[in-house]
């Protein structure tokens, strides 16, 4: 596949048109907490609402059916968008964080017991922290953790080091929110294995920036959020093996998720409707469906060819600024995530002043505060970029960046 142009890609995102308040057009370099949306995503969801909406599965009307068709034709294009043989193996959730909640509540709960070991690592989202906390004190589990190396990365020597101690799961995440550093997930799958654990991959990072293949992984579980890969917000991802998944209790209990209730109890529904209780985000669904053919369309490893160009070419600029530290590893193992201090400047002043120039970054602890701790730093400004981001627009972030180190002397 040829090169992708970013250029090209533009005219795809309405929100590319909008000109801010101050005047200046748009850099939006904030896509590692939510992405933008293509009109492919918009025109899909707004297409259902004005054609076909309808409750889906028990309807026998025909939008109920068109509806219900909708939506399972996303289920099997999202599972072929991540190499999943079967469509049951795809359970839609609210986002990551619901998606590792459910692992940790239906999964874990069953099959975990005081003094069981969870191996984690230091450079975990909250979201891939707090659930397993929440499950240690109730079971008096034991919570390990993979340190980073000196820059950033998956520490593989003290992780084998780890699993020695027989763990019952490992999860980690595949590309870090904060440090962008890609983990050779293949590896560190196959050693969680040999130790006889589970292992879940929190693909939030991974899933919309490299091609994932849950089949060449052989991961048990991945979970990832739809708003970070251009689809829209309410709509996340379990993927699940088919054996492990029908060997769990029920996630939340209600409507859909049941193939028959008495007054004294009820019988689970089969593969994936047992975890999709309620009425779910049908037009997020369909939505993300549109998404996963809108990056299947640009392919995904042009896709990951890019953004790692835009890596290099952003380590090589953002290291020419005096006083910059950039966190995490060199281009070869990270993707085009900056997460960085400058002197002494407090992140949110470095956001604030970028902001004024129309350069939408973030700052703060990005949901890893365990990580900016070991990294002896309170907070750090991130620029995150994706497949509509320029190497001009990492010119005018240097360039900004200098322009903040003049207001702050
Ligand atoms: N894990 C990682 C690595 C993330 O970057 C994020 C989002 N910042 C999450 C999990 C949580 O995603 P969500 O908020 O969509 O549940």
Redesign the pocket.
């Known amino acids: 596949r040829s090169r992708l142009d970013p250029e090209q890609i533009r005219e795809d995102f309405p929100i590319f048109r909008r000109i801010l308040p101050n005047g200046k057009p748009l850099t939006y370099l904030d896509s590692?907490?939510t992405s933008q949306k293509p009109n492919a995503v918009i025109d899909a969801m707004d297409t259902y609402y004005r054609g076909l909406n309808a409750n889906i599965h028990r309807g026998v009307h025909t939008l109920a059916e068109e509806a219900t068709e909708a939506y399972e034709g996303a289920r099997a294009r999202i599972g072929r968008f991540i190499g999943a043989k079967k469509a049951r193996e795809i359970i839609f959730t609210r986002?990551?964080?619901e998606s590792i909640n459910l692992v940790a509540q239906s999964w874990g709960r069953r099959n975990l017991s005081a003094g069981d070991v969870v191996i984690l690592t230091e450079m975990e989202?909250h979201?891939?922290l707090v659930p397993w906390q929440i499950l240690a004190a109730e079971k008096e589990l034991r919570l390990e953790f993979v340190p980073i190396t000196e820059d950033g990365r998956f520490n593989m020597e003290q992780y084998q080091a780890l699993l020695g101690l027989n763990p019952k799961l490992v999860g980690f995440?595949h590309m870090s929110?904060v440090l962008g550093s890609i983990q050779p997930a293949r590896e560190i799958i196959a050693l969680a294995h040999q130790a006889g654990a589970i292992v879940l991959v929190?693909g939030?990072?991974s899933v919309p920036h490299l091609p994932v293949d849950v089949a060449e992984l052989d991961t048990d579980f991945l979970a990832f959020?739809g708003?970070k890969m251009c689809g829209p917000t309410g709509i996340?991802v379990l993927y699940g093996k088919e054996a492990l998944l029908e060997s769990m209790p029920p996630f939340l209990g209600g409507g859909d998720m049941i193939k028959k209730v008495t007054l004294q109890g009820f019988t689970a529904n089969s593969l994936p409707h047992k975890f999709e209780a309620g009425t779910p985000a049908i037009a997020e669904v369909i939505g993300l469906g549109a998404a996963v053919d809108y990056l299947s369309g640009l392919g995904m490893e042009a896709v990951a060819a890019y953004e790692q160009e835009l890596a290099r070419y952003g380590i090589e600029q953002l290291e020419k600024v005096d006083g910059l530290r950039l966190l995490g590893p060199n281009a070869d193992h990270k993707g085009s995530v900056f997460a960085f201090t400058l002197g002494d400047i407090h992140p949110h002043d470095v956001a604030q002043l970028l902001d004024q120039s129309g350069i939408a970054v973030r700052a703060g602890h990005h949901?890893a505060m365990p990580l900016h701790q070991k990294l002896n730093i309170p907070a750090s400004t991130r620029a995150s970029l994706y497949i509509y981001n320029s190497k001009n627009e990492i010119d005018r972030l240097v360039e900004s960046l200098q322009s903040v180190k003049k207001v702050f002397g």
């Open positions: 590692a907490a986002n990551t964080t989202h979201s891939n995440s929110n929190d939030a990072q959020s708003h996340g949901c």
